[in-house]
Each structure stands twice: as structure tokens, then as C-alpha cells.
């Protein structure tokens, strides 16, 4: 499938009469998907007729006999162009008269009865598929990552599909303090030289990490540019946009969907630094979206479709992380839009669903479904609140530093030509990343191993540099070890900690918001797991040599086992992903869903309050809700206040200066009229009045729903030619009987369309649009129609008085 558009390829192929707008912005990528086979615009399949707000009578009165086009569904009435909002309060009515009719039925028949009760349990049924399905696409990710990341290093000569794991886990020749070692598996140098040994050996190593790499990261970007380049980046800015009531058809598509999951395992491989727990949400919503086609009453109704949404991006953290309680608080706190109460049952369903698939495949080879289980073997105490609010106050300048970094990158790469070539953007990063890499064992690694490795508490079996200590003679018992001096690997692995948190920091701005898929979860994790460990350890030293300073006295003798330098790495990380994405009580739960560190809630809640404060104070948006305004798209953020004292009246459109508005009368305007006045503007519906000088406001009509109307009733209705008057009436008077046949299209009318005075303040509009989802709002003055205000007028004059770009937002 070609996709012309794809970065800079076409701005012109997106000009579209129809839509709100014209183009449309994905992580800095302008793109074409009005070819696109996913969602058609105007498919049979898809579509559903959109049952009348208000019934008319056919009184023609001698007249030609008049067909009621809406007696029967028109395919397209009631559904939306690509890159429009939904109007959340229709589509509500729709499900209400919907499950109304099957209440009705349901008492004549057996059979209706039968269908009553399909109806309401089909979505549990869709609820369970979602997380059969991502379960197992999630496992599938995982050991598919794991293979591809180890054979950067070498390959398993009993077969080569296995990781190496897996491979010496077979073998009998593994020592435990060598168990990384194995006769079965063999690096490319002991391959192509046969010895690891040697300056040789080393350069082949690194050459061959190197070429891996960028043959995996090569392939990431070219899959994604040929075939869907909605699967690059994140998905977590656009599903909220979408979650808000925004359509970008082909985003959850079946190719994007596909290729997002091929190219997430290339990514995650190559060792850029980035992660898959938000594209897993984005492959999580893919496949309820899919699932949705199968049930009607989710194929028709965008509403509906919504809720399976936010319960399938509960089920993207839940197989993401191993959390299903964090997953739906992440929906519910971080994503959605619309959550109600039976949506979080579901949600709660279907992350349990997908997490018990994930646990069978059991990808981690562990039998546990956390990802990074740790087990402490001493208390936290209460002064340890000081640093651990020390790596809180970190992980918030972190955090604000990363959104401004980041989005000033992503904004250069817009607007240069950097924007112009993704592939070799993608190919320099990753080929700077695994040359820097390479060379320090904490950035060869994976980062999901190296945050492992942060977290580990030592015991005496380890073997890894962070756990060389000098030993004492003292043993408390077999797994609680006294506060040691620190051994000569410590200190070097402190050094190589340090250059790994500023490669870190550096690369992670860059990386996200590639052509690639690209999570922050795991980044942001790495970087305040290295902080972290650096400061546990530096705590657990001080208490060693100072134990008899104020802050250890008392509760920290000689020989005690007081400083776990594991657990300021896990605050740490929870710190920093809090300052990046602003999360809290979700974030929380799923820092001990992940490592079963239930006891330690509360330092993870004094780092993530603070983290949140002070991002915060230095800039309110989280990384998504500013990439969502970086794209422009129309998101009326709830966490964001109104306070200034506009009225309607300033902010409706049409100006003084501009036209007067674009209206339809109720029984005035011929076929022809209308046409015209379609073909002449862009607008996504007109106001309908009863003439033009009273102005009185009788309904709304949607554009799409009048194109299609007229265009069946020439193909369908006898008589109906140019000249044919239109009307939005109840009754059509007489006609004179040489006229041609009238054109009754009443039934497309929104009777009831939302309305406001010109003096309403503009913080209960904006409340309004947010509490409702509207698309529009009508202003009147004693009856008579003023102006209109859509959810783009909210947002520029939101801009506006924040002193920032209106033009910068691209959509109604």
C-alpha cells in the first residue's frame, strides 16, 4: 500500500472540500489517508442511516407523492468525514433509541428476547477478545524483542530462534556465577575469529552490534514509511485526541495495527533509546477497534466505540507492564475522555483478560507476570523521606527539561528540512546510539536489563559490579547484608552510571518522535533508576562512614542493614516517569504492580507528588498534552482552567468584518440554492433559519448528511431536479402542479441543536464543549441567530489569551 503522503511527499493530495481542515499532523509527519482501505468514508458496511430527530408527515396535498428518504437507512447519513469531531450528544440519542427499540421488542418474542440478551453481553464477549488478542500480540513482542536484542551480541548454535537464555539454560556445562556463559552460545567474534578474546574480538563485537542495529532500525523506517505511517511514534497524544471524539480513520487500522507491531520489535531492538509500553497501548486500541466491526451496535456508534477504546488502552498498560489495576487507572486518570462507571468494570475485565493471556505465554521465562520483581530485605525509614523528595524534585526538572528539549527538536524537525529525510534521521541516530552504547556495558544492554539490574537488591550470590563490596565478617543471615565499604567495581560502575544518565537524557530527547515506533515509559524509567541507584548508593556509603551523624543516629547502627540502594533506584524511576507524562495514582499502582513492592508505597507517592509539583511549576503540560498541541489537534485539555472574562459574543464567528454567516431557510431555497452553497464553502454543517431577514433559528444539518441526501434523492426520487424547493418543514404547502417535485429533508435536522446568548461567558461555553463533546454551538440573541462557535474558535481563542500561535491549531 502506498502512502504518497508520508513526510513531505504531498501537501496538496490533502485538500479536502468536505473535512474541517486540511491537513493533518502525526509526530511532525504530514500525511495522506484519504486512499486509505481501513475505515472507508462512505462503506456500506460501516455506516448506519441516522434516525430522524423529529418525524414528519408526508401532506403533500395533491402533490407528486413525496419519498421519505429517511423511511429507510441511507448509507452515510449520520457518520463523518475523516479528521472531524463526533458529536458525542447524537451518538448518545442514536444508542439510546437503539437499545429503546430492542427493550420494546424484546417482550413480543422469544427470539428478541435471545437478541436482547446477545445485545448486552456482546460487550464482555468484545471486552474478553481485546484481551485474548493483545495478550498474545504482547508475548509475541516480547520474546521477539528479547531474540533480536541478543543476537546483536551472538547467536545460540542449538538453534537459532533461541535468546541467550534460553540457550544456556538448556546447557549442563553452566556455572552459577558464570551462567551467562554456555559452550551453546557464541558471539560474532568467536563465529567469524574463533576466540573472544583480544583487541580483534572486541572490534568485530562492536561492528557487528553496530551493523544489527542499523539494519533493524532501517527496517523499522522503511516498513513504516511504505505501508502505515500512522504506526510511528508514541500513538498515546493521537488515541487521546481520538478518545476526545476526533477521527483519524486509519489510525487504529488493520495496516497499522500490522506493521506497528513488525516494527515495534525492530525498534525496541535496535537499542535506540525508546520503549514499547506506549505503542502497546496503540496496538491495544488497534484491536479493539477491529474487534468493534464485528458487533453492530460498536460499528455504528462512535460513542460506543470510544468506551471499548479506553478500556483497551487499560489493556495496552496492563500487558505492558504486568499491571491491570494501573492499566484502567491510566485510562481513566491519563487517556480518556469519556469513562463511565461500566466502562471501568470492563476495563477491569479486559486488562485481567489480557494479563492472565500474557502470564500463559509467559514471555519474561519467570512464572511471574511483573516485569522487574524485587524483594528488599529491609525497612524504609521515615528520614529516608528527605532523599528520597530529593529524587522527586529531580525527577520534575528532568521531566519539564525533557518537554521543552523535545518539543523544540520535534518543532526544528517540522519546520527544516531535517523533517524531509525520516530515514536518515532514524539512521544517525542509531548508528550515534550504538556507537556510544557499546562501549559502556550499562548502555549495551537493553534498558528494561539495565533497570533490572538498578533494582536488585544485592545478595551474596551476585555477581554483578554494583554488588562488589568489601566483605565484613559480620552476617546477619543469608539474604540481609550489612552496609559494606563500597569494592573497587562499585566505584567503576558508579562512573559508568553517571556517563550513562547524561547519554541518556541526551539521546531520549532525540529519539521520540521518530519515524519509528517510540515509547517514553521505559526511558523515563532508566534515567531516574540511574539517579536513583547514584544516590542510594551515595546514601548507603555516607551511612557507612557518618553512621553517627544526626540523620543516621539512632535507627542506623554499625553493621546494619539500613541503606537499600534498590529502592532509591525505584523511586527514582517512578520520580522521573511522573515528571515526564504528569501521572500520579496511576503511576503509583502500576510502579508496584511492576515490581511487587507493596510496602513502599508511600516514598513512591512523596516522589511522585513532588516530581508533579515541581514539572509543574515550571510548565504545565505533560509530554502528551504537548505533543498534542505541537500537532495542532482539537483537545480541549480537562485539566486546564478558563479564567479569563470573555463572553460568546467575542468569540463567535462571523466577525464584524467578515461575511455574514452561511445559513439554509426552512422551505425558501431550491436544490440548486443548496448546492451552491455547499460547492462555494467548507463548512462542516449550516445553521437552518426560518427566512433571511428573521432569522429565527429552526435547526442544524450536517453537511455530510445534505450531500448525501440531495444525491439519493436524484438517484431514488422521481421529479426532483435543480429547481426542486428544499424544505426543513413539517407540513409542505401545496404546490402549484407544474413545479417540480419538492425535496422534504426535515428528517437531518437537528431540532434540538445546542445553543447559547451572546452574552454567556466563555468559561461556561468552554465547559460546556467539555462536558458534552460538542462539535458546535449556536449563539443567539432573543431568538435570532447570531453567529457560531466550534470547538477550533474555543481553541485559537484559547491560544490567543495565552499568547500563543492560533494559527497553530489546524482543526474544527
Given amino acids: 500500500m502506498e502512502n504518497a503522503g508520508y513526510c513531505n511527499d504531498s501537501f496538496s493530495s490533502l485538500q479536502s472540500g468536505t473535512s474541517d481542515e486540511d491537513m493533518v499532523e502525526i509526530a511532525g509527519a504530514t500525511l495522506d489517508f484519504s486512499s486509505t482501505d481501513d475505515v472507508p468514508p462512505l462503506d456500506r458496511d460501516y455506516v448506519s442511516g441516522y434516525p430522524a430527530y423529529g418525524s414528519g408527515t408526508d401532506c403533500t396535498n395533491g402533490a407528486p407523492k413525496l419519498m421519505d428518504l429517511l423511511d429507510e437507512p441511507l448509507p452515510g447519513v449520520g457518520t463523518y468525514e475523516d479528521f472531524n469531531t463526533i458529536d458525542w450528544v447524537r451518538e448518545k440519542s442514536k444508542d439510546r433509541d437503539r437499545h429503546r427499540e430492542i427493550a420494546s421488542k424484546s417482550k413480543e418474542s422469544t427470539w428478541a428476547l435471545m437478541k436482547s440478551v446477545s445485545d448486552a453481553f456482546s460487550g464482555w464477549l468484545l471486552m474478553l477478545l481485546i ?34 537464555e534460553h540457550c544456556c539454560w538448556n546447557s549442563n556445562e553452566t556455572t552459577f556465577v558464570e551462567r551467562d556463559r554456555c559452550p551453546q552460545w557464541k558471539t560474532w567474534a568467536e563465529l567469524i575469529l574463533g576466540t573472544a578474546e583480544g583487541s580483534f574480538a572486541y572490534i568485530v563485537n562492536y561492528l557487528m552490534y553496530v551493523c544489527w542495529a542499523l539494519l533493524f532500525a532501517f527496517l523499522a523506517v522503511s516498513l513504516v514509511r511504505a505501508f502505515a505511517p500512522y504506526a510511528c ?81 487499560a489493556v495496552g498498560v496492563s500487558v505492558a507492564f504486568g499491571a491491570p489495576i494501573g492499566g484502567v487507572l491510566f485510562s481513566l486518570e491519563e487517556v480518556s475522555y469519556y469513562f463511565p462507571l461500566k466502562t471501568l468494570w470492563r476495563s477491569f475485565f479486559a486488562a485481567l483478560v489480557a494479563a492472565f493471556t500474557l502470564r500463559s505465554i509467559n514471555p519474561f521465562g519467570n512464572s511471574r507476570l511483573v516485569l522487574f520483581y524485587v524483594e528488599f530485605h529491609s525497612p524504609w525509614h521515615l528520614l529516608e523521606l528527605v532523599p528520597f523528595v530529593l529524587l522527586g524534585i529531580f525527577g520534575g526538572l528532568w521531566g519539564a527539561f525533557f518537554i521543552r528539549a523535545n518539543i523544540a527538536w520535534c518543532r526544528r524537525r517540522k519546520t527544516t528540512r531535517l523533517g524531509h529525510y525520516p530515514v536518515l534521521e532514524v539512521l544517525l541516530v542509531t548508528a550515534v546510539t550504538a556507537l556510544l552504547a557499546f562501549p559502556n556495558e550499562y548502555t549495551r544492554m537493553s534498558t528494561s536489563e539495565l533497570i533490572s539490574e538498578l533494582f536488585n537488591d544485592c545478595t551474596p550470590l551476585d555477581s554483578s559490579k554494583l554488588c562488589d563490596y568489601i566483605n565484613s565478617n559480620e552476617t546477619k543471615s543469608s539474604n540481609e547484608l550489612p552496609d559494606r565499604p563500597a569494592g573497587l567495581n562499585v566505584y ?76 532509591y533506584a525505584m523511586v527514582g524511576a517512578a520520580a522521573c516517569l511522573g515528571g515526564v507524562t504528569r501521572m500520579t495514582v496511576s503511576l503509583v499502582v502500576i510502579m508496584f504492580e511492576l515490581t511487587g513492592g507493596l510496602e513502599y508505597i508511600v516514598p513512591l507517592m512523596a516522589a511522585a507528588m513532588t516530581s508533579k509539583w515541581v514539572a509543574d511549576a515550571l510548565g504545565r503540560e505533560g509530554i502528551y498534552e504537548a505533543h498534542i498541541r505541537l500537532n495542532g489537534y482539537p483537545f480541549l485539555e480537562a485539566k486546564e482552567e478558563f479564567s479569563h472574562k470573555t463572553l460568546a459574543m467575542d468569540v463567535m464567528r462571523p466577525r464584524r468584518s467578515d461575511p455574514p454567516l452561511s445559513v439554509l431557510t426552512q422551505d425558501s431555497m431550491s436544490v440548486e440554492d443548496v448546492e451552491t452553497l455547499i460547492a462555494e464553502t467548507s463548512y462542516s454543517g ?5 427566512s433571511h431577514e428573521s432569522q429565527r433559528l429552526v435547526g442544524f444539518v450536517l453537511r455530510r448528511d445534505l450531500t448525501i441526501s440531495i444525491e439519493n434523492a436524484r438517484r431514488r426520487q422521481d421529479g426532483i431536479v435543480s429547481t426542486s424547493r428544499v424544505f426543513f418543514t413539517e407540513y409542505i404547502p401545496p404546490q402549484p402542479p407544474s413545479s417540480p417535485a419538492p425535496l422534504k429533508l426535515r428528517p437531518i435536522m437537528d431540532l434540538s441543536p445546542f445553543t447559547v446568548t451572546d452574552q454567556t461567558a466563555m468559561e461556561i461555553v468552554v465547559d460546556i464543549f467539555r462536558k458534552l463533546g460538542l462539535r458546535q454551538c449556536l449563539v443567539t440573541h432573543n431568538g435570532r441567530l447570531l453567529g457560531i462557535i466550534t470547538k477550533k474558535d474555543i481553541l485559537k481563542h484559547m491560544a490567543q489569551m495565552a499568547n500563543r500561535d492560533p494559527d497553530s491549531i489546524l482543526f474544527n
Fill in 131 to 164: 484481551g485474548l488478542m493483545s495478550g498474545a500480540l504482547a508475548g509475541g513482542i516480547d520474546i521477539s524483542a528479547h531474540w533480536m536484542t541478543d543476537l546483536k551480541d551472538g547467536v545460540c548454535l542449538n538453534g537459532f530462534w533461541f535468546n541467550h
Fill in 492 to 567: 567503576m560502575a558508579m562512573w559508568q552510571l553517571a556517563l550513562a544518565l547524561v547519554f541518556k537524557m541526551v539521546i531520549t530527547v532525540v529519539t521520540f518522535g521518530m519515524k519509528v515506533p517510540s515509547g517514553l515509559f521505559i526511558p523515563s524509567m532508566a534515567v531516574g533508576a540511574i539517579a536513583g541507584r547514584l544516590l542510594g548508593v551515595g546514601m548507603e556509603q555516607l551511612a557507612y562512614y557518618h553512621h553517627d551523624w544526626v540523620i543516621f543516629r539512632g535507627w542506623c547502627s554499625p553493621g546494619a542493614d539500613c541503606i537499600t540502594p534498590g529502592l
Fill in 233 to 313: 511514534g508514541s500513538g498515546i497524544p493521537e488515541i487521546k485526541t481520538i478518545l476526545s471524539g476526533f477521527i483519524i480513520r486509519g489510525y487504529l487500522g488493520k495496516w497499522t495495527l500490522v506493521i506497528k507491531t513488525i516494527t515495534l520489535v525492530l525498534a525496541v531492538s535496535s537499542g535506540l533509546s525508546l520503549g514499547k509500553e506506549g505503542p502497546l497501548v496503540h496496538v491495544a486500541c488497534c484491536c479493539g477497534n477491529i474487534l468493534c466491526h464485528v458487533f453492530t451496535k460498536y460499528r455504528k456508534n462512535e460513542a460506543k466505540r470510544r468506551e471499548v477504546l479506553s478500556a483497551a488502552a
Fill in 686 to 690: 449550516f445553521p437552518v433559519v426560518v
